[in-house]
C-alpha cells in the first residue's frame, strides 16, 4: 500500500508541477495579449483624437487672434461716437467670439483652457479700463488710446498664444 502511494505521488508530482507551468505559461501570455489589445485600443484612439485636439488648438488660437486688440478695433468700427457703446460692442463681440467656442475646451487641457479664458478676460479689462479714462469722450479716442497702448506692451492673447504653440509642439514631440 504505501509502495503504491510512492508510485501515484511520483506519477503525480511532474503532473502537478507540468500543470503549474502551463498554467503561468498561459496567464503570462493572457496578459501580453490583453496588454497588446490595450496598446492597440490606444494608439487607435489618439489617431483619431489627435486631429480633433489639433483642430481645437488652432480654433483657440484663431480666437485669440480675433481678440488682439489691434485686430479687434480694426474689425469692428463703432457704430455712434459713444465710447460706452463701444465698449459694449466690442466686449459683446469677444463674448460671441468665446462662445462660439466653448465646445473646444473638451479638446484642450485643462491648463490651456484657463490660460485662454484669462486672455479673454484681461482683454475685456483692458477695454473697460481704458474706456474709464475722462481724458476720452469718444469711441475714435477709445480706438486710439486702445492701439497706443498695445504699441507699449504685449496683448494678453500673446501669452495665451505662446502657451498654445508650446502645447502643440509637446503634442507632435510625444
Known amino acids: 500500500m504505501e ?21 503561468l505559461f498561459f496567464r503570462e501570455h493572457i496578459e501580453n495579449e490583453n496588454n497588446r489589445r490595450n ?22 488660437s ?12 480694426l474689425r469692428v468700427n463703432p457704430t455712434s461716437s459713444n465710447k460706452e457703446n463701444y465698449e459694449s460692442l466690442l466686449i459683446a463681440n469677444i463674448e460671441q467670439e468665446f462662445d462660439h467656442n466653448l465646445a473646444q475646451q473638451i479638446y484642450v487641457t485643462d491648463k490651456c483652457w484657463s490660460i485662454t479664458s ?19 469722450d469718444s469711441a475714435d479716442k477709445l480706438r486710439e488710446v486702445i492701439l497706443s ?9 500673446d501669452a495665451a498664444l505662446s502657451f498654445i504653440k508650446e502645447e502643440v509642439s509637446d503634442i507632435w514631440n510625444s
Open 62 to 73: 484663431l480666437f485669440l487672434e480675433r481678440i488682439k486688440p489691434s485686430k479687434l478695433l
Open 3 to 23: 509502495l503504491d502511494l510512492i508510485g501515484l505521488l511520483l506519477y503525480c508530482v511532474p503532473a502537478l508541477v507540468t500543470g503549474a507551468i502551463a498554467f
Open 149 to 157: 497702448d498695445m504699441i507699449d506692451k504685449r496683448s494678453p492673447s
Open 39 to 60: 496598446f492597440l485600443i490606444q494608439k487607435d484612439l489618439q489617431k483619431d483624437a489627435l486631429p480633433m485636439r489639433l483642430q481645437a488648438y488652432e480654433r483657440m
Open 118 to 136: 484669462t486672455a479673454k478676460n484681461a482683454t475685456i479689462q483692458m477695454i473697460r479700463k481704458a474706456t474709464l479714462s475722462e481724458k476720452i
